[in-house]
């Protein structure tokens, strides 16, 4: 391997550091820059911040290969040489960092999910932040930042509640007493949905019905759905709806399929 460092001088490993030291400082500045631009432009966001991971990307590994080519000089000779003793170092020293790498070009090409979605992974629910060279940056609903290997995602499933959109799909579950009137509980819901100053009402919302036996309670249930026009009013959509359909439930004479005042699960279920 001495032909791979012959002509290794300090200037050369000087302008190599500086070259990716600049890749890195490049690449943050695209994405504050970003994350800047999208914040402005909402309906674009997505998109905005899908492209700046893209580019960080790039922009990562072109100075990767401008440090290598600036610090070594590669002879043929060196480079057969010494390409199978370096790939092997390389796979057994840094196998976990490699997945990850491949993992989030991986991530980028077939795009199950993408910068900006609500996502459920495993036991977490939360936005994607950003999509690195070694991990994915997930915001969760209690704004607690959790970076997870790129690699994880192409062993669990992941899935994506707005698909690259702004607008995302809202189930709202509520159990009454099976004697309940169908048409006007029905219509209390779907007017607390339509009425809502979160809801997207370009895409429909509708009200269902079902009868259910919950711990040996038999009760019917009512399942809403609707779209909010923006992912991160989810929660607040869930509660607006849930508040205003419990005071009218109240004032209709309503009653919940909950045996007794204590037990709050049959009362109301809301999932998202």
Known sequence: MSGLFDNINFGRIALAIGIIVGAAWLARYITREADRFAQRNERQRHWIRNTSAVARFVIYIVGIVFAATTLFTFSKEALLASAGAIALTFSLAFQDLASSFVGGITLLIDRPFQVGDRVKFEDLYGDIQEIGLRSVRLRTLDDTIIAIPNNQFLKHAVGSTNVGALDMMVVIRFYL?????????????????????????????????????????????????????????????????????????????????????????????VAA
């Open 177 to 269: 007493d099976p004697n309940t009137p169908i048409d006007k509980a029905k219509s209390l819901v779907y007017e607390a949905v339509v009425t809502s100053k979160y809801v997207y009402l370009a895409k429909p919302a509708t009200v269902l019905v079902e009868e259910k036996i919950i711990d040996v309670v038999f009760c019917t249930q009512l399942t809403a759905k609707a779209y909010v026009f923006n992912t991160r009013y989810e929660k607040d959509f869930v509660s607006d709806v849930t508040e205003r359909v419990k005071e009218s439930f109240r004032a209709a004479g309503i009653q919940s399929a909950a045996s007794n005042p204590a037990d709050t699960r049959l009362s109301k279920e």
